[in-house]
């Protein structure tokens, strides 16, 4: 079946600009995961959503960054006013129930900031 | 606190069996063992779990120790695709993967 989809691959804007990122979990996931990857660095936890909830906003890093998950499927992680230190791979995660179950990642979006 | 203590970097010949070791003396009783690799330029992906019994799947096997405080992670034949960054995580009920740095694998020729 499907995995995990993310798309654009790789977005490239300049500083101040609102980016919108898109993940499509694997169909009948009810738990959805954003992590941030720094170059050369481990994964970052940024938002769990469990249906279009999100229980845990705990690694969001500043409240330009926002994210919604809608019909209990896509979900899109906004960053507005973009500066250079957000430039990262944004890495999309889905789960069947959450808690523990296994996680499967996207392929990613490298998102560059000039 | 990724709860985990792994080493940065481990080397093996092709054909070889891959040991990667991982600490984790804090670990509470319902607790499980999450093991995920990382190729370059990839998104991590799933490799096994356990909590108590070592677990076999077609990818690696995981022995866990008796009093749980450590893992080892066994790829027995390792290929030259099997170069990655390898991640042991602790996870519990609502709680969060927490991704460490992990064990950077080289499978050499």
């Known amino acids: 079946g499907a995995g995990v989809s993310q798309s654009p691959s790789n977005k490239v804007t300049e500083k101040g600009k609102d980016v919108e990122l898109r993940c499509d979990p694997i169909s009948g996931h009810t738990a959805l995961y954003w992590y941030r990857q720094s170059l050369g660095q481990g994964l970052e936890f940024l938002i769990y959503?469990?249906?279009?909830?999100?229980?845990?906003k705990s690694g969001l890093p500043s409240d330009r960054f926002s994210a919604e998950r809608t019909g209990g499927s896509v979900s899109t992680l906004t960053i507005q006013r973009t500066q250079q230190e957000d430039s990262a791979v944004y890495l999309c995660?889905?789960?069947?129930?959450?808690?523990?179950?296994?996680?499967?990642f996207g392929p990613g979006t490298r998102l560059t900031v000039l | 606190d990724a709860k985990t203590t792994q080493p940065p970097s481990m080397d093996c010949a092709e054909g070889r069996a891959a040991n990667l070791p991982c600490n984790h003396s804090t670990i509470s009783g319902n607790e499980y063992v999450y093991w995920y690799r990382q190729i370059h330029s990839q998104g991590p992906q799933y490799i096994i779990h356990g909590l108590k019994n070592n677990e076999t799947n077609e990818m690696a096997s995981l022995i866990i120790t008796e009093d749980r405080k450590s893992s080892t992670l066994i790829l027995p034949h390792a290929t030259l695709r099997d170069t990655a960054v390898y991640y042991c995580?602790?996870?519990?009920?609502?709680?969060?993967?927490?991704f460490g740095p992990g064990t950077r694998l080289s499978v050499l020729p």
């Open positions: 959503f469990q249906g279009n909830s999100a229980p845990d």
């Open positions: 995580i602790i996870v519990n009920y609502g709680q969060n993967f927490v």
């Open positions: 995660a889905s789960s069947l129930l959450g808690g523990r179950d296994t996680q499967y």
